[in-house]
């Protein structure tokens, strides 16, 4: 009889053991399964906000292109304005006999300039 209650305290001391150890290692993976999961979501989160990080730098990237092409286009279109006037109102000169060589000379530097502004214009716009 006390073998056999020897073998019930050491059936339930294996047990208690056995069950001890068994709620240790559940406990162990479920904290590594749980911080393994706040890990990937961690990094989860900072690859998002990298990306949206990009995203902005992209968008500000873009925004002042834009704006530096509306600058261009405003700086070209009032450039070429005044030289296309002033070539518009020296055809009219030219219509007299009495302007002189120094006259005609200007006229026609205006009227070139006018027209390596109008051709460099594609070349501007290019490189921007």
Known sequence: MIEQIDN?????????TFLTFFIVLVTLVVFIYLSRKKMLAQRLKTKELELQM???????????QEQERS?????????I???????????????????????????????LSACQ???????ELHTT
Do not use: C, W, Y
């Open 54 to 64: 990009q995203k902005d730098v992209v968008n500000i990237i873009i925004n002042t």
């Open 81 to 111: 304005s005044s030289k296309l006037n002033a070539v518009s109102m020296s055809i009219h000169l030219l219509k007299r006999d009495s302007l002189s060589s120094s006259d005609r000379t200007e006229i026609s530097d205006n009227t």
């Open 117 to 123: 502004l109008i051709a460099k214009v594609p070349g």
């Open 71 to 79: 600058r261009i286009a405003r700086d070209l279109h009032d450039d």
């Open 8 to 16: 019930i305290d050491i059936i339930k001391s294996v047990a208690f």
